[in-house]
């Protein structure tokens, strides 16, 4: 790692620092919300086998895949 100092304005420090906070909320928001799809998955792999659309989606996604756990329960798992 090099060290050594950088001098910036405060007005870009402050949008830096909001753009981490906005990063945060958006990880965060973003984790509540695969955990009700989850929930969701889970409940429609109880009424129908979706095994074969699980499969089909994790051969295309890049950013995600889908698993079947031993409990039948369908948990999102980030790349």
Do not use: C
């Given at each position: ?7 910036i304005s405060i007005e870009d420090f402050q949008l ?45 996604s890049t950013k995600s895949k ?14």
């Open positions: 790692m090099v060290k050594g100092s950088v001098t830096m620092l909001d753009t981490t906070a906005n990063a945060k909320e958006l990880k965060e928001a973003t984790y509540k919300a695969s955990k009700e799809i989850q929930v969701f998955l889970s409940y429609l792999h109880a009424q129908l086998d979706l095994t074969v659309h699980i499969q089909s989606f994790n051969r295309q889908i698993i079947i756990d031993d409990d039948n329960k369908i948990k999102i798992q980030f790349k």
